[in-house]
């Protein structure tokens, strides 16, 4: 029999043993494939910090991580950036620096979940026998919100978030679902990977009859020292856009909650979430 708190068990980490060391985020066996963040090197997490300062090889996107998180937690390590590098170079290079006893990590931008090309990488490793694993990052749909100080969600403005990307070499025009989401009207549509075509995604939303009026907003380099936000409609982003010469590493965002207005108070700010408080049931609806 155990003489153990029965309120606490011996493999949840949220409640360890006293005599038991516990780390957040402990590290695992394998290549850790790490989101850098948007841009600003506050944005790493905690786990990422301490896992490229351990590093001894740090594979990174190139001119898409802040060069100033590279020097400031990356400094002892050997950095190799992957930019113009395939699998075939990648992977035996990941593979014999791990093999060797090297301290490796894979550093991609913004959240590797998101258009990071990650998991054709980690299953070519395991194939190998290396193991891997994911370490999140903040994407850059979220440190753009934060920059126009809204939310993606609002109630009843938006309830859906959709990411996605514009038509181009990698995405047919029947791929391409932007006139769809933004259709829906309830939805805060976020274009990755779309800066160079700005201007025709809103002529093709116009062409399908959508409000030109519709609200949009366009961060370049979100949290990054040289930001910038342009703020317009479908009818008018795109020369905004042109104007100001970006032609990539800008986030596109459709959609009322760019606005950050129009919301209506919120069930939790509103009485419901201390229905019950005075001890008695809350109200439902039968």
């Given amino acids: 029999m155990s003489d153990a708190d029965p309120g606490q068990s ?17 590290v695992r066996e394998g290549i850790p494939f790490i989101g850098a963040g948007p841009g600003d090197p506050g944005l790493l997490t905690v786990t990422g910090k301490r896992l490229v ?54 550093l991609h931008s913004g959240d590797p979940a998101v258009y990071g090309a990650a998991i054709e990488q980690m299953d070519a490793l395991e194939s190998e026998g290396v193991p891997t694993y994911f370490v999140p990052g903040v994407t850059s749909a979220f440190a753009a919100s934060a920059t126009l100080r809204t939310q ?6 938006a309830n859906h978030v959709v990411f996605t990307r514009p038509q181009g070499k990698t995405l047919s025009e029947d791929e391409d679902h932007i006139g769809d989401f933004v259709g829906h009207g ?23 009859g959508h409000d030109p009026d519709t609200p949009v ?4 380099h979100a949290s990054w020292p040289d930001e910038d936000v342009l703020r317009g409609t ?14 990539a590493s800008a986030m596109v965002i459709i959609g009322e909650a760019a606005t950050g207005a129009g919301y209506e108070r919120s069930y939790l700010y509103d009485g419901w979430a201390n229905r019950g408080a005075d001890g008695q049931e809350a109200e439902t609806d039968d």
């Fill in 10 to 26: 011996r493999e949840d980490p949220a409640t360890p043993a006293a005599d038991a060391e516990y780390t957040a985020g402990d």
């Fill in 53 to 106: 300062e351990d590093a001894d090889l740090v594979v990174h996107a190139g001119s898409l991580v802040n060069s100033e998180l590279l020097e400031e937690f990356c400094a002892d390590a050997e950095q190799v950036s992957s930019i113009g590098k395939d699998l075939e170079e990648l992977i035996p290079l990941l593979t014999e620096a791990y093999e060797a006893g090297r301290t490796v990590v894979r």
């Fill in 152 to 157: 993606l969600t609002l109630n009843e403005v």
């Fill in 186 to 208: 309830d939805v805060t549509v976020c274009i990755y990977l779309g800066t160079h075509a700005v201007a025709e995604t809103m002529d093709r939303l116009l062409d399908e």
């Fill in 217 to 220: 907003a366009v961060v370049y």
């Fill in 234 to 247: 479908i009818g008018t982003i795109g020369e905004k856009v042109e104007a100001a010469g970006y032609r």
